[in-house]
């Protein structure tokens, strides 16, 4: 059984009232509290999962946060209130927590996130579970991506694992201002690798082709694959890997020249690079210079074996 079909199982028939607008299945729930629309996304990062032995304890605290930050990026919305769980082992230093929190206080306050309580638990290995609140004027969905779109993604891809994942900064500017500027059809972000992500904005019906030397590989993912060259390729790393923690979205054809001169004069130092069309064609579909063929992989599943 894959993630997705659990996760499809598990939901099937949840309880929702009328506050209700978008339950599971999106970045995050939408809700409609009185004249308010608010986003609501839980997260949780385990040691030996989600960090390893080298991660600093600041940084495990900095991801902790910015995960659940990524998603309310993804619909394009402002984060206000969070919730930590925190589960230890008895044998845990107070200093490497409070130094776990220290992490978690410093990616707050730059985002402007109040944290207004938890809970404390005991567990073999270290983990934080985050449930973030967040306002919205019109949430991005997921579901939005119409036919000839064009597909754009912020920053750069593959290789996250080495450097990128415990120090990444949610696009949560990024996103308002996109939000704010050009109607952005559909949106999420990119946690599990482009493979798998770009899957869950089409539909039966409608498809994606990627131009190969379009994609945005990261430099450190070109150099392990250049290190071990009977390993991952360096545009299967940028497929795969996951956790790059980008923007990915679609526009009409018509708004993204003009999208993308906007972006290079307001975010001059974020990458952001057209990489392909939304077509009738189901499936995710490769273009390079040797044609079209289509792609079968896909990115993280926590249910598979590695």
Known sequence: MTEIELINKLTLGL??????????????????????????????????????????????????????????????????????????????????????????????????????????????????SVSLLGTVKNPIMRSGSNTGDAIFVSGELGGSIAEHHLNFNPRITESRWLADSFEIHAMIDLSDGLASDLRHLLTMNTGAEILVSALPIRRIARELAQQNPSGKTALLAALTDGEDYELLFTVSPKDAVSMLDCWKERFPDISLKCIGKIIDQPGIHLRDENGTKPLTLHGYDHLQKS
């Open 15 to 128: 309880p929702a009232d009328e506050t209700v607008v978008t339950g599971p299945g999106d970045d995050c729930a939408v809700l409609q509290i009185a004249d308010q629309t608010l986003l609501f996304k839980t997260d949780a990062i385990v040691e030996g999962v989600h960090f390893g032995e080298d991660a600093s304890p600041e940084q495990i605290g900095h991801k902790a946060l910015a995960r659940p930050l990524s998603d309310i990026a993804a619909m394009g919305g402002d984060p206000t209130h969070a919730l930590i769980t925190l589960g230890i082992n008895k044998d845990i230093k107070q200093d490497y927590i409070e130094a776990v929190y220290k992490g978690l206080k410093t990616c707050a306050a730059q985002y402007g996130v109040n944290i207004v309580g938890g809970e404390t638990t005991t567990l073999p290995h270290l983990t934080l």
